[in-house]
């Protein structure tokens, strides 16, 4: 019925959502590290399939919400002593008390290496499934960016939880946008982080409302990435292969990323000069936390909801967007987004329209067909 995963299959996973996050989804070390620290502690980590969920069952997706960039510490937050427990158990177990009933298991908002790791070890923590789906199938830097709001699940009742014991539940929002400015609020004052639990829902509501498989097709990005380098292969084929992807460019990193922190996101571009096949031309990324939209030689190359993902040329290792440093030499894959956001609903609402840019969405497999690996 479930599978109890490995420590490489998590890691695996971890990894491969990282590479498919779109720069965003937050720390790979940090997710790392605390999966190590629970598999240390003897923790036991249960993935189960999307149709193995019962009906009845309450589901409730755990993450963080901020930004990756590093921010000044300012405020009187900084004032206070630290908890010893992770921001989200806290708000799982909320909302436990507000609903009076346990919760089943946890169902991974977006693809992150930290995002992912925190859903996974909530799940281990508190003794409960992890889902073999996730609710974008990307990392997306605004909370109405998920597939329940495209199948309009409600956010709602939703809690939120920060690093020094603040505690609080939304019983109810006007709707996901409003549920963004709200928490966002909070993470600002809050390091610029807080942990939060919502979309809870019964296992009937769930089936239909995130991408099936969704860990285990992350996992298969992963393996394929790690086997590659072991076997001295190139991870970027690899990588592609295993899940169909287009290679839209490699080249060098022309300077540090440029980006600042405004209102809890973290904004700012990419630029790479050409190398190899691509010498002689330039792409540039604009990300609001994860990548939103690209250009090669100032024509636009992939928006959202497809997927712009930068990575480690050599060895096919992924990179956050503020961590794109001068020098460093990387490839930019893309890959098709999920069916959720190719729908008429999905399209109207991660666009790039949303973002400011006054583009149509052309799907990347009518544009790169002929650079798939």
């Given at each position: 019925?479930?599978?109890?995963?490995?420590?490489?299959?998590?890691?695996?996973?971890?990894?491969?959502?990282?590479?498919?996050?779109?720069?965003?989804?937050?720390?790979?070390?940090?997710?790392?590290?605390?999966?190590?620290?629970?598999?240390?502690?003897?923790?036991?980590?249960?993935?189960?399939?999307?149709?193995?969920?019962?009906?009845?069952?309450?589901?409730?997706?755990?993450?963080?919400?901020?930004?990756?960039?590093?921010?000044?510490?300012?405020?009187?937050?900084?004032?206070?002593?630290?908890?010893?427990?992770?921001?989200?158990?806290?708000?799982?177990?909320?909302?436990?008390?507000?609903?009076?009933?346990?919760?089943s298991g946890m169902i991974s908002i977006e693809y992150g290496g930290l995002n992912t790791a925190v859903a996974l070890?909530?799940?281990?923590?508190?003794?409960?499934?992890?889902?073999?789906?996730?609710?974008?199938?990307?990392?997306?830097?605004?909370?109405?960016?998920?597939?329940?709001?495209?199948?309009?699940?409600?956010?709602?009742?939703?809690?939120?939880?920060?690093?020094?014991?603040?505690?609080?539940?939304?019983?109810?929002?006007?709707?996901?946008?409003?549920?963004?400015?709200?928490?966002?609020?909070?993470?600002?004052?809050?390091?610029?982080?807080?942990?939060?639990a919502d979309h809870p829902c019964r296992g009937k509501e769930l089936k239909k409302s995130v991408i099936p498989g969704a860990l285990s097709y992350a996992g298969k990005v992963g393996k394929a990435q790690r086997t590659a380098v072991?076997?001295?292969?190139?991870?970027?084929?690899?990588?592609?292969?295993?899940?169909?992807?287009?290679?839209?460019?490699?080249?060098?990193?022309?300077?540090?990323?440029?980006?600042?922190?405004?209102?809890?996101?973290?904004?700012?571009?990419?630029?790479?000069?050409?190398?190899?096949?691509?010498?002689?031309?330039?792409?540039?990324?604009?990300?609001?936390?994860?990548?939103?939209?690209?250009?090669?030689?100032?024509?636009?190359?992939?928006?959202?909801?497809?997927?712009?993902?930068?990575?480690?040329?050599?060895?096919?290792?992924?990179?956050?967007?503020?961590?794109?440093?001068?020098?460093?030499?990387?490839?930019?894959?893309?890959?098709?987004?999920?069916?959720?956001?190719?729908?008429?609903?999905?399209?109207?609402?991660?666009?790039?329209?949303?973002?400011?840019?006054?583009?149509?969405?052309?799907?990347?497999?009518?544009?790169?067909?002929?650079?798939?690996?």
């Amino acid at each position: 019925m479930f599978k109890i995963l490995t420590e490489q299959e998590v890691k695996d996973i971890l990894v491969g959502c990282t590479i498919l996050s779109t720069g965003g989804g937050g720390d790979l070390a940090k997710g790392l590290k605390l999966i190590e620290d629970d598999f240390k502690a003897g923790l036991e980590f249960r993935m189960l399939p999307l149709e193995s969920v019962r009906d009845e069952d309450l589901f409730v997706a755990p993450y963080f919400c901020g930004s990756i960039g590093e921010s000044a510490k300012e405020g009187n937050y900084y004032n206070y002593p630290e908890i010893d427990r992770m921001e989200t158990e806290i708000a799982v177990e909320t909302l436990e008390r507000f609903f009076g009933e346990n919760i089943s298991g946890m169902i991974s908002i977006e693809y992150g290496g930290l995002n992912t790791a925190v859903a996974l070890s909530t799940a281990a923590r508190l003794n409960k499934y992890i889902v073999d789906a996730d609710a974008a199938g990307r990392a997306v830097p605004d909370l109405q960016f998920s597939t329940f709001y495209v199948n309009q699940v409600p956010i709602y009742p939703l809690a939120v939880a920060n690093k020094i014991g603040d505690i609080a539940v939304f019983e109810k929002v006007v709707d996901d946008f409003r549920a963004e400015d709200l928490v966002r609020a909070l993470a600002v004052v809050s390091g610029n982080f807080i942990g939060m639990a919502d979309h809870p829902c019964r296992g009937k509501e769930l089936k239909k409302s995130v991408i099936p498989g969704a860990l285990s097709y992350a996992g298969k990005v992963g393996k394929a990435q790690r086997t590659a380098v072991e076997k001295g292969e190139n991870p970027i084929e690899a990588i592609l292969k295993s899940v169909d992807g287009f290679l839209l460019f490699e080249g060098i990193v022309k300077e540090d990323s440029k980006y600042e922190i405004k209102d809890g996101f973290t904004t700012g571009t990419i630029e790479i000069f050409g190398k190899d096949s691509y010498e002689n031309s330039q792409y540039k990324i604009w990300y609001k936390n994860e990548n939103v939209i690209s250009w090669k030689d100032d024509e636009v190359s992939v928006t959202v909801p497809d997927l712009i993902c930068v990575v480690d040329r050599k060895t096919g290792y992924p990179i956050n967007n503020p961590y794109c440093k001068k020098g460093m030499e990387v490839a930019v894959l893309g890959f098709k987004a999920p069916e959720f956001w190719l729908t008429e609903r999905g399209l109207s609402i991660l666009n790039p329209k949303f973002f400011g840019f006054e583009v149509e969405h052309i799907p990347i497999e009518k544009k790169f067909s002929d650079v798939s690996i």
